[in-house]
């Protein structure tokens, strides 16, 4: 037998379950699997919300400070 190629039966059955959209599991299983998931996605986009709310939020103070200095250019 050639090292390099597996039997069929081991083959198929490594395949086994696979579905258009990737690897069938019990649902209770994956249900938590995806739950925990979500919890940490909804975490990581918290974060970044909150991020980028302070980021527009300094640049905004950046924008008035440096228009406030326009301004008194101008009138000089």
């Keep these: 037998?050639?090292?390099?190629?597996?039997?069929?039966?081991?083959?198929?059955?490594?395949?086994?379950?696979?579905?258009?959209?990737?690897?069938?599991?019990?649902?209770s299983y994956s249900h938590e699997i995806n739950e925990h998931e979500n919890e940490r996605a909804l975490e990581g986009l918290q974060d970044r919300v909150i991020l980028l709310k302070r980021l527009s939020g300094d640049i905004n103070?950046?924008?008035?400070?440096?228009?406030?200095?326009?301004?008194?250019?101008?009138?000089?």
């Design 61 to 76: 103070e950046e924008v008035d400070t440096h228009n406030r200095m326009l301004d008194r250019m101008v009138s000089m």
């Design 1 to 27: 037998m050639n090292p390099r190629r597996e039997p069929r039966g081991g083959r198929s059955s490594l395949f086994d379950g696979i579905e258009e959209g990737g690897i069938r599991a019990a649902s």
